[in-house]
């Protein structure tokens, strides 16, 4: 059995870890290491358990059994505001109160970082300021959000977790309802986050984008880690067929060098 | 460097450690609503039969007026005043956390069916006990209690969401209605009238036994609402992003559904249920202040507002006679509800 668990440095990892809803299992006995540094990516067919999985890490499923832990603390110990000062999520759909302007919203990435009287700190107003910055949302800080485009909301989140100033980041198919454009945006984002030196596990469907994207790449089959590597390394025709079932070549990216899943055409 | 582009009036303040984000119109309109509301308070003071000024009800509240003077206006109409702002701000308050925990702006104890559960407590006190303002009170309570345990537990499948909670609400208070109306027509004709006043939600009974305990009710709670508030406004943005951010969800739910259910209740066992205050203040306030979703303090000024001008209309129109302050939000509810409804959906909540 194929453990992602073996010689990789990583601050958060699973242990064992079994989870789901109620009586069904999603997650089964899994050994996970995100490697610090990253930009993990976690690819599988529809219900094999990669929003859970990532849902998990971001402590909003329990396990039924295992762990997980940061800095080898299982985190179902650390405090709620604590764990949201070091794991940054973005869920899959959020709601934006009625009439919220966009620096307002952006602003509630500090809660973790607020006490009662300490509402809005010079630090606080750097880190929305910079956060605004990051996401090219300056010029929009006054909009409000309900009058945005898709593109735009999903930069106004993005940016509200990044205010939380979070050393690792977990993104919930960020690129979902997103056209191409927005998606490569989103992307190239998340690609300048990681760069910069955040650690970023993100739940993506296009498996091209996936494999261009992701430097550490985990492949999902019911509950289970199939293969995890750099995708140069793991995404082969074989792999391709074995997680999703498609037949399909992969060729070398024209763009990057990288691997290409270009699946077959019926006959 | 850029500065931050606050809108609407947002001014940040630091004193020392401490700082905050100042919103001077929320607060203005808060503070102004209060004032109007107390205002209106001490004028219907003077409101009333017994024929007395500004000067008498100085005179009284000072101590200087003869006892039968202090009486009308000590021991009758000061607790019944206090208890319409009092009253109106704690529905209000409810309101506003029901709407919060809901993230919609139907959720009130009105709609997910607490006053039908009150009413049908207070009516089975009255069909087989001994028909006291004690009795009703407690009877009211258990039903209203009960009531929304029933309610939460119909609409709990792996946690709460709002819509559910709606549904089986008016599900709920639908089917009390029909049992209200039913026990009614079994009563004794005598019976079925005080329980019938009640149940239209009145101040006329109102004395200090029953403002006392509201106050306390009020002091002991709004701390807890008022730490928890910015974990309410994160957590109407999801479960998951709230939690993301940091904010116990169920654990925070839990107890602002409890201490809102506790205002509303401490409301209604002394005047019944009271309609549409706790539906239609916090949306007033938040549309008057123009803030992101709905706030405690300026939903209370404003049901404060609401009830004591609702009160001072139903001991007014059809005087000497007097009208439930209940049936006089109702008028009002409706009407508001109205227009809810006509702009609902234009730039709402997506």
């Known amino acids: 059995m194929t453990t992602a668990a073996d010689g990789i440095d990583g601050r958060l990892r699973t242990h064992a870890l079994t989870t789901g809803y109620g009586e069904r299992k999603v997650v089964e006995n899994l050994d996970l290491v995100v490697p610090d540094g990253s930009f993990t990516v976690i690819v599988g067919p529809n219900g094999c358990g990669k929003s859970t999985l990532l849902r998990s890490l971001a402590r909003l499923i329990k396990p039924q059994s295992g762990t997980i832990t940061l800095d080898g603390v299982d985190i179902a110990t650390v405090r709620t505001k604590e764990l949201a000062r070091q794991v940054g999520l973005l869920p899959q759909t959020s709601v934006a109160p009625e009439g919220i302007t966009v620096v307002d919203l952006v602003t509630r990435g500090r809660h973790p970082h607020q006490g009662m009287l300490r509402r809005w700190s010079r630090h606080d107003e750097e880190a929305v300021r910079a956060a605004l910055e990051r996401t090219r949302l300056t010029e929009l800080s006054g909009r409000v959000v309900d009058e945005l485009s898709g593109g735009q909301r999903q930069r106004v989140w993005i940016a509200m977790a990044l205010a939380q100033e979070t050393p690792m980041l977990l993104l919930d198919e960020p690129t979902t309802y997103l056209d191409i454009a927005h998606q490569i945006d989103v992307l190239d984002l998340c690609t300048s986050l990681h760069r910069e030196g955040r650690t970023l596990v993100a739940v993506l469907h296009d498996l091209n984008q996936a494999a261009r994207y992701a430097t550490h790449l985990v492949a999902m089959r019911d509950g289970r880690i199939v293969a995890h590597g750099a995708p140069g390394d793991i995404v082969t025709a074989e792999l391709v067929h074995e997680v999703f079932g498609v037949h399909a070549r992969v060729i070398p990216d024209p763009e990057t060098g990288g691997p290409l899943i270009v699946p077959h055409a019926p006959a | ?350």
């Open chain 2, 1 to 350: 460097m850029t500065t931050l582009q606050w809108p609407r009036s947002i001014r940040p303040v630091r004193v020392g450690g401490m700082s905050m984000r100042l919103e001077l119109h929320a607060l203005l309109w808060t503070v102004g609503v209060a004032l109007i509301a107390v205002a209106v308070g001490a004028w219907s003071l003077t409101v009333g039969s017994a024929g007395l000024g500004p000067g008498d009800v100085l005179d009284a509240l000072t101590g200087r007026a003869d006892p039968s003077t202090t009486r009308i206006v000590v021991e009758w109409r000061l607790p019944r005043i206090v208890f319409a702002l009092l009253g109106g701000a704690a529905l209000a308050i409810g309101g506003c956390v029901f709407q919060s925990v809901t993230r919609n702006p139907l959720g009130s104890p009105d709609i997910i069916g607490f006053s039908s559960g009150a009413y049908t407590g207070a009516l089975l006190v009255a069909l087989f006990g001994t028909g006291s303002a004690l009795g009703t009170s407690i009877g009211a309570l258990a039903g209203g209690l009960i009531t929304g345990i029933v309610v939460y537990v119909f609409a709990y499948r792996r946690g709460v969401t709002g819509m559910r909670i709606i549904v089986v609400g008016i599900g709920v208070s639908l089917f009390l209605g029909a049992f209200n109306t039913w026990v009614l027509t079994v009563m004794r004709r005598e019976q079925a009238l005080s329980a019938a006043s009640w149940g239209a939600g009145s101040l006329n009974e109102i004395a200090w036994v029953n403002t006392v305990p509201l106050l306390i009710g009020i002091i002991v709670t709004l701390p807890i609402l008022l730490a928890l508030q910015e974990s309410m406004r994160m957590l109407e943005m999801g479960d998951d992003t709230g939690r993301a951010l940091g904010v116990s969800a169920e654990r925070v739910r839990a107890t602002l559904l409890l201490t809102g259910i506790a205002l509303v209740a401490l409301v209604t066992a002394s005047a019944g249920p009271i309609a549409f205050v706790a539906l239609a203040a916090p949306q007033l306030a938040m549309r008057a202040t123009r803030t992101a979703g709905v706030r405690l303090l300026p939903a209370a000024a404003f049901g404060a507002l609401l009830l004591v001008v609702s009160d001072l209309l139903a001991r007014t129109v059809i005087a000497p006679a007097q009208l439930p302050v209940g049936v006089v939000t109702l008028c009002l509810g409706g009407a508001y509800l109205v227009w809810l409804l006509a702009t609902y959906g234009k730039g709402g909540r997506s």
